[in-house]
């Protein structure tokens, strides 16, 4: 068994993979001010909330895009496990061929995301993973990785724009009874799900298009849910694939 932790803008992602099976997925806050062990701490808790023992734990592997607390969050895992942990980056075998101008350049949350991907699900593929950004993964049918798109999360648009209309208050992100709004916080939750939702099926359109053909559509992150519900396109929904990768890519590097 072994812990894999993803760590994102808004939230860190706890989980542990024992062979193929994910036995729990738990969701922390990404705070940068925190210290080694308060890290330690927490993550201790949730351990001890699964009942999982230091014992029962072969290793642990860390994927980040919040440079300031990769490494006090790779010493805090470390002080509990008492083993290095592994931390994707340069040097780590991955098996993805990337496509693009500079490898290099390709978050590390996304070449997660892709090996999972191609482990698991057929290609060519498009693996779209929802959180503080939303992101789109192309991989080609020779299970390539040949580029994507970035845009702005859900909560990153409505937060823009309850700052920017001084008239428009804060919701709750989920969708109202109608399309059609009754109210203003019905329309805005209309808005925020549904032009979701579209842009979804339109870049999904557009860039099967590009690939001359179908392809297998993922959707995992945060807030997948929240709106592949209301997706008109076929998506799979995969919450666990960016801890799946990462014990992927734990194997791929065992000493």
Do not use: W
């Amino acid at each position: 068994m072994i812990l894999a932790i993803d760590i994102g803008n808004t939230n860190i992602v706890i989980g542990c993979i024992d062979g193929k099976d994910c036995l729990f997925v738990e969701r922390l806050s990404t705070v940068r001010t925190k210290t080694e062990l308060e890290y330690a701490i927490d993550i201790k808790n949730v351990l001890d909330i699964y009942h999982i023992k230091k014992a029962d734990l072969d290793g642990g592997i860390i994927s980040s895009v919040v440079p300031q607390i990769t490494t006090v969050a790779k010493l805090a895992v470390e002080k509990i496990l008492k083993k290095e942990v592994l931390v994707v980056g340069a040097g780590i075998k991955t098996g993805l061929n990337i496509r693009i101008d500079n490898p290099a350049q390709l978050g590390s949350d996304l070449v997660v995301d892709s090996v999972a991907a191609i482990a698991e699900y057929p290609a060519p593929l498009l693996i779209f993973d929802m959180g503080t950004a939303n992101t789109v993964c192309v991989i080609d049918k020779n299970k390539n990785y040949i580029g994507g798109m970035i845009y702005p999360g859900i909560g990153v648009s409505l937060d823009s724009l309850t700052a920017h209309a001084s008239q428009l208050g804060g919701i709750s992100l989920e969708a109202p009874e109608h399309i059609i709004g009754k109210n203003t916080a019905e329309c805005m939750k209309s808005g925020t799900i549904y032009s979701s939702a579209a842009a979804i099926d339109g870049i999904i359109d557009r860039l099967a298009e590009e690939l001359d053909g179908e392809a297998t559509v993922i959707a995992t992150g945060g807030l997948a849910n929240k709106v592949v519900p209301y997706c008109r396109r076929k998506i799979i929904l995969d919450d666990n694939l960016l801890l799946k990768g990462l014990a992927v890519i734990y194997r791929k590097n065992r000493k």
